[in-house]
C-alpha cells in the first residue's frame, strides 16, 4: 500500500507531505491545477499530474496507471473572509468537487482516504482547548463546506466502505528546515509570513485586527503547528488506518498558544528588524482563544510536536529570504 495520490500536492501542506511521503518510503502522485499550487515546490522525479477534481476521466486514468492505493486531499480553498464574500466557490470546490473524488474512489475500489479537515469546523469555542468532541458549529462557509465532508465521509463509511481519517489542525506555519519549499500563497492572509514581509521590507505594515479581547495582551491567541509534524502526522494517520481499517478524526496542534502581539514581537527579535505596527478594529469571526487538545493523537498516533514557536519563526524566515516562487 505505498502509491499515495495527493491532490493539492503543489500546495503549502501538501508539498510538504510530498517530500516526507518519499523520504518514507512511499510512492507519492501529485494531481493539482495549480490553482493556487506551485509546481516548482514538487522534485521532477516526483509524477505530476496537472488536473481538476471534476474530472472523472483523468482520476481514472491516474488511478490506474499509478495503481493507487490511498489519496490525500489538501486542495481546499482557505480563506475565511473570501468564504463569506462568495461561498459558492467555496462549496463547488471544498465540497461538490470532493464528493467527485469520493465517487471516483469508490467506482475504482480506492478505500483509503486521508481528509485535510480544519478548526473552523468547530466555529466559536466553549472549552479552553478544543478536542474531538467540541461542538462542531462553523460560522463562515469554509468552515462549513469542509464540516459537510467530514459528515459525507461517515455516510460512506457505512454505506461503501470507504475508510478516512479526518484531521483538524490549527495555525499551519513554519516551513521545511531546507528552506526549498515553504509557505507560498498568492494571496497570502496569514500572519507569521505576513509579519516576516514586513520585517523584509516587502510590506509597509502589519496590521493588529483588535487590541481588546480578553487575552493576557488583548490580542488573539492562536495555537500554531509546524508543517512538518503536521506532515509526520498525516502520515501516521495513514499507516494506522491502512493497519486497523477503520475510520478516526485528530485534532492536531502544539496545545499551546501565542499572541499576535507575541509573535511579532519573536519575528523582531529573530530577524533584528523593526517594522511598522497598525492597531485596527476586530474583524467579524474571530475567536480571542483558538487552542488544539490533541490528546487523542498522541495517545493513538503516538504523534507529537517537536518544533518550538520561535523554531517555527526562524524556519518561516530562511525561507522568505531565500524563495524562488
Not at 16 to 37: A, C, F, I
Not at 170 to 198: C, M, R, W, Y
Not at 257 to 280: H, M, P, R, W
Amino acid at each position: 500500500m505505498k502509491n499515495i495520490l495527493v491532490i493539492g500536492g503543489a500546495g503549502y501542506i501538501g508539498s510538504h507531505v510530498v517530500k516526507m511521503l518519499k523520504t518514507q518510503g512511499y510512492k507519492p502522485v501529485v494531481y493539482d491545477n495549480l490553482s493556487t499550487g506551485f509546481k516548482e515546490s514538487i522534485d521532477k522525479k516526483i509524477p505530476f499530474v496537472k488536473g481538476d477534481l471534476a474530472d472523472k476521466t483523468l482520476l481514472k486514468k491516474v488511478f490506474r496507471k499509478y495503481k493507487i492505493n490511498a489519496v490525500m486531499h489538501f486542495a481546499a480553498f482557505a480563506q475565511v473572509g473570501e468564504s463569506v464574500k462568495n461561498p459558492a466557490k467555496y462549496y463547488q470546490n471544498n465540497l461538490a468537487k470532493v464528493l467527485n473524488l469520493l465517487d471516483s474512489m469508490i467506482e475504482n475500489n480506492i478505500k483509503y482516504f486521508v481528509f485535510s479537515s480544519t478548526a473552523a469546523t468547530f466555529g466559536n469555542p466553549i472549552t479552553k482547548t478544543i478536542s474531538e468532541t467540541h461542538p462542531q458549529n462553523p460560522i463562515n462557509p469554509y468552515g462549513q463546506s469542509k464540516l459537510f465532508v467530514e459528515k459525507v465521509l461517515k455516510d460512506y463509511d457505512l454505506a461503501y466502505g470507504l475508510k478516512s481519517t479526518v484531521l483538524r489542525y490549527f495555525n499551519a506555519s513554519g516551513a521545511d528546515e531546507s528552506a526549498k519549499i515553504g509557505e507560498a500563497h498568492k494571496n497570502e492572509t496569514h500572519l507569521i509570513p505576513l509579519v516576516l514581509q514586513t520585517a523584509l521590507g516587502k510590506r509597509k505594515e502589519i496590521k493588529i485586527f483588535g487590541t481588546d479581547y480578553p487575552t493576557p495582551d488583548g490580542t488573539c491567541i492562536r495555537d500554531y503547528v509546524h508543517v512538518n509534524d503536521l506532515a509526520n502526522a498525516h502520515i501516521l494517520a495513514l499507516k494506522y488506518m491502512l493497519k486497523n481499517n477503520k475510520s478516526e478524526d485528530f485534532n492536531l496542534g502544539s496545545s499551546k498558544g501565542a499572541s499576535v502581539l507575541e509573535i511579532i514581537k519573536k519575528v523582531q527579535k529573530i530577524t533584528g528588524k523593526n517594522f511598522k505596527v497598525v492597531k485596527d478594529k476586530r474583524r467579524p469571526g474571530d475567536p480571542a482563544n483558538l487552542i488544539a487538545s490533541s490528546k487523542k493523537a498522541k495517545k493513538i498516533l503516538n504523534w507529537k510536536t517537536t518544533y518550538s514557536i520561535d523554531k517555527i519563526i526562524k524556519t518561516a524566515y530562511q525561507w522568505e529570504l531565500k524563495r524562488k516562487y
